[in-house]
């Protein structure tokens, strides 16, 4: 009994510095700001030290041969979170996706305004990031530009249900087309990166589109009004990592 109650307890003190870990106070300027994230918690380390991280430049790809995307989603979406640090959709069907001959579930998509990822040293206004995992926890992302031009019907619900408040979580009614999200051309640049945002976990398969999308200009005025400010972590160092294509 008075082991069982000392085991419990034990479980009790892990889980809460766990969800300590995880809501630890971080952001994108000031002191809590991305050069700061390994200050913040011994768990964000790999935000400094690590040596494979998010975003970078993509450029001078090694030609790989790689096939287009098999994109199969035809998940609906469910609810929309702002959690003060994006804007991203749950989806609660799963939704595999083959990369490597392994599955990988679509968890959820968010937005990050201006874009992380460069390519060939271009800054796109908007970067959807499409989280993938796999059972054993492993992660996929992958990654669609937005560009400012025609309207994209395919943002309007998101849009519409998007929460103006901190932590505001609205259920999405009317089904999002995600196919509709990524461009006509399927083709990709891949590299082993990491989150984006901490602890910045390392092993991330990051697939990035080549061709963007767009969206128009109060499609975008809608996303920056929403996050308040920026939300994109600088740039970081290549390090000897192949881009492929
Ligand atoms: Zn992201």
Redesign the pocket.
Same mark, same amino acid.
């Given at each position: 009994m008075r082991k069982a109650k000392i085991v419990s307890l034990f479980i009790a003190l892990a889980s809460a510095s766990l969800a300590n870990a995880a809501e630890q106070h971080w952001s994108y300027e000031g002191k809590a700001g991305p050069e700061h994230w390994s200050e913040l918690s011994r768990d964000f380390h790999l935000c400094h030290e690590g040596k494979s991280q998010s975003p970078i430049n993509i450029k001078d790809p090694v030609d790989g041969h790689l096939q287009t995307l098999d994109l199969t989603y035809h998940t609906s979406a469910e609810k929309v979170i702002n959690n003060g640090h %994006?804007i991203q959709v749950t989806v609660d069907e799963d939704d595999d996706f083959i990369l490597d001959k392994e599955k990988f579930t679509l968890r959820q998509y +968010?937005? +990050?305004a201006p874009a @992380?990822n460069q390519i060939n040293g271009q800054t796109f206004p908007l @970067?959807a +990031?499409f /989280?993938h995992s796999k059972e054993d926890g492993e992660l996929a /992302?992958v990654?669609v530009m937005f560009e400012v031009g025609k309207e994209n019907l395919a943002l309007v619900p998101l849009i519409n249900a998007m929460p103006k408040k901190e932590n505001q979580q609205i259920t999405i009614h009317r089904q999002v087309d995600l196919r509709a999200l990524f461009p006509q051309d399927l083709h990709y640049y891949r590299f082993s990166g990491s989150? %984006? %945002?901490p602890p910045c976990s390392e092993g991330v398969r990051w697939l990035v589109m080549k061709q963007p999308v767009t969206l128009s200009q109060s499609q975008l005025d809608a996303f920056k009004k929403a996050l308040k400010t920026s939300n994109n972590r600088p740039l970081q160092p290549l390090n000897g990592r192949l881009i492929v294509e």
């Open positions: %994006t +968010h937005f +990050h @992380e @970067e +990031h /989280v /992302v990654a989150l %984006t %945002t």
